[in-house]
């Protein structure tokens, strides 16, 4: 079956624009969770969404932000972008938020200049 | 202190190698252990979990937990150079992302296995 796909894979913004992530769950799958990889900070949780509704919520800014849609496609919005958001932004998703049943996109590389 | 601390290497190993890949943890609620492999470009995927303290196996990897020293290891048997990824311990309270807690993550250790 399809894996977790997410859009784009690389993207180049620069501070102070703004940027939308995709990331489609694989079918069936109603939590869609996101992750912020760094080399200094590692995998960091961002945010989960089941079912449009958004159930659990990192320690991130409020420039990050996210919405599920009814087909449980997921996006993700960062503005204002800093230099320090340049990261591999990851998503996972799951049939009901168990960790142990979640699958990871290859995820999307921000490079912010 | 960081709640999960993780030696980040790299380590190189010869083929065949038995590898030990550990972290630590400050958190006493972490119920949930994980170990996830993350090849180069692209996202990272479960090995093995545990639920509190013991041993698990599957096939050449063992995960140990010693939640009386917040400890907890992946042991890698007869290594392989398919096995050189980055891996990393998550762990958290509960089993799901659903509710007010959530997983953490150990940085990773790029692991290497020389043919």
């Known amino acids: 079956k399809a894996g977790v796909t997410q859009t784009p894979r690389y993207l180049i913004k620069t501070r102070g624009q703004q940027v939308t992530l995709s990331c489609s769950p694989i079918s069936g799958h109603r939590s869609v969770s996101w992750y912020q990889q760094t080399p200094g900070q590692g995998l960091q949780f961002l945010f989960e969404y089941f079912s449009e509704t958004q159930r659990n919520k990192g320690n991130f800014p409020g420039r990050f932000s996210g919405r599920q849609f009814s087909n449980s496609r997921s996006e993700m919005n960062v503005s204002t972008l800093e230099l320090g958001d340049s990261a591999l932004y990851l998503c996972?998703?799951?049939?009901?938020?168990?960790?142990?049943?979640?699958?990871f996109g290859q995820g999307t590389r921000l490079t912010v200049v | 202190q960081k709640e999960v601390e993780q030696d980040p290497g790299p380590l190189s190993v010869p083929e065949g190698a038995i590898v030990s890949l550990n972290c630590t943890y400050s958190?006493?609620?972490?119920?949930?252990f994980m170990w996830y492999r993350q090849y180069s470009r692209k996202g990272p995927e479960l090995l093995m979990y545990t639920y509190s303290s013991g041993n698990k196996e599957d096939g050449r990897f063992t995960a140990q937990v010693d939640k009386s020293s917040k400890y907890i290891s992946l042991f890698i048997r007869d290594s392989q150079p398919s096995d050189s990824a980055t891996y990393l311990c998550?762990?958290?309270?509960?089993?799901?992302?659903?509710?007010?807690?959530?997983?953490?993550f150990g940085k990773g250790t790029k692991l290497t296995v020389n043919p």
């Open positions: 998550a762990m958290s309270p509960t089993l799901s992302q659903g509710g007010s807690e959530k997983l953490v």
């Open positions: 958190n006493s609620a972490f119920q949930y």
């Open positions: 996972a998703s799951s049939r009901t938020g168990d960790n142990t049943e979640a699958f």
